[in-house]
């Protein structure tokens, strides 16, 4: 693991040994965790926990819906993330991530959907900060099963396509 996430684990066990019934600070270690691209299953228990101690951290879902998509939960990963947008409405990552799960159920037309509402919520939404989010978000996570990665990587390749088409018809 990066020196920089390593520091930053000590730094929130030490507030989780302090404040052991604030899910917050499960929150952000399962943050952490999930960034570093080490452990889904450990950010997915983080993410689980905090939202037992702290049910009102809506986050968690959405996080807990990107492990489930990285650990190929597609459908479990729909759940996860149209609770997090239902709730909070206006996150475009959320959109882009559940336009992927549906690219890789093969259900283009909701896809495309779902990117017209990212790319409207965002107006400056580009490529590059799509495949960038896919990079960071998803194709970072180290013990992603191959099967996975592949049948990801091959619908976020569609999925660029399909967000070229729905950036010209919103602009």
Known sequence: MDEKFEKALEDVDELIRLHPEDGFYYFVKGTVIFHSGTSLRDALSMFEYSLRLK??????????????????????????LNGYVEQKGDDSTAYVMLALCFTVLK?????????????TLM???TAETVRQQLDEMVFNQKEMPP??????????SELMGIFGLVAKEVR
């Open 55 to 80: 049910p009102s951290l809506v986050e968690n879902t959405m996080f807990m819906g990107y492990c489930r998509l990285c650990i190929g939960g597609y459908n479990e990963a729909i759940e996860l």
């Open 123 to 125: 107006p400056g939404l």
């Open 147 to 156: 099967k996975v990665r592949g049948a990801l990587a091959s619908a976020a």
């Open 107 to 119: 259900d283009r037309t909701k896809a495309q959907e779902l990117l017209e509402k990212a790319v």
